[in-house]
């Protein structure tokens, strides 16, 4: 079993940044592919970043391409998402997730084991 625990949401203006961040447990940390969505009000949840056993490989969606950074650190058993760049669209709850074997993983069924999400507002 793996626990998912994210942290650094809030509120922001348009053009600043945040980092979220996403504390596991349970497993090995560097055995797992992990990921990033989120969901804004009134939409489905979608595919935002992947990491593939916080060794480097990194996929991201085109919507956050050049904006949005997933990274991993094996000591500290944590995945970050830096978010830099923000915009009022990118406002939603963002949700960590985790998967146990996989490559550069992009949908959501794939995962295993989901956070309780932590919001993101971007005001303009």
């Known amino acids: 079993q793996v626990q998912l625990v994210e942290s650094g949401g809030g509120l922001v203006q348009a053009g600043n940044s945040l980092r979220l961040s996403c504390a596991a447990s349970g497993r090995t940390f560097s055995s797992l592919t992990m990921g990033w969505f989120r969901q804004a009000p009134g939409k489905e949840r979608e595919f935002v970043a992947t990491?593939?056993?916080?060794?480097?490989?990194?996929y991201s969606s085109d919507s956050v391409k050049g904006r949005f950074t997933i990274s991993g650190d094996n000591a500290k058993n944590t995945v970050y998402l830096q978010m830099n760049s923000l915009t009022p669209e990118d406002t939603a709850v963002y949700y960590c997730?985790?998967?146990?074997?996989?490559?550069?993983?992009?949908?959501?069924?794939?995962?295993?084991?989901w956070g309780q999400g932590t919001q993101v507002t971007v005001s303009s």
């Open positions: 997730a985790a998967a146990v074997g996989g490559f550069l993983l992009r949908l959501q069924h794939e995962y295993n084991y």
């Open positions: 990491i593939y056993r916080s060794g480097g490989i990194t």
